[in-house]
């Protein structure tokens, strides 16, 4: 069982920046893939990016590909996605999940085992 709690969600102007943390609790978060999705209002979940177990692999979407960034440090059980850049339509409530390290870079939502609660990024223009 993993327990996801994200943080760092707010209001900012278009061009602004924020960091978005997940906290992950149990021992075995190194074991972990790591995913983050966005929903916005009336829109279907969608893939932000994805971060292997072993740092080294990441994979974007090509919406946020070279604005956004994720990390992780396995130290701390906690992972995060730094947002540059940040234009009105990444508005939406922002979620990590994690899935079991079995190979792959995965974008698929229902691939993912466990979800955090989600915390809401609005850019304003």
């Known amino acids: 069982q993993v327990q996801l709690v994200e943080s760092g969600g707010g209001l900012v102007q278009a061009g602004g920046s924020l960091r978005l943390s997940c906290a992950a609790s149990?021992?075995?978060?190194?074991?972990?893939?790591m995913g983050w999705f966005r929903q916005a209002p009336g829109k279907e979940r969608e893939f932000v990016a994805v971060i292997r177990r072993n740092v080294l692999s990441t994979y974007y979407a090509d919406s946020v590909k070279g604005r956004f960034t994720t990390s992780r440090d396995n130290a701390k059980n906690t992972v995060y996605l730094q947002m540059n850049s940040l234009k009105p339509e990444d508005t939406a409530v922002y979620y990590c999940?994690?899935?079991?390290?079995?190979?792959?870079?995965?974008?698929?939502?229902?691939?993912?085992?466990?979800w955090g609660q989600g915390t809401q990024v609005t850019v304003s223009s």
């Open positions: 149990g021992r075995t978060f190194s074991s972990y893939d």
């Open positions: 999940a994690a899935r079991p390290s079995l190979g792959g870079l995965h974008t698929e939502g229902g691939s993912y085992n466990y």
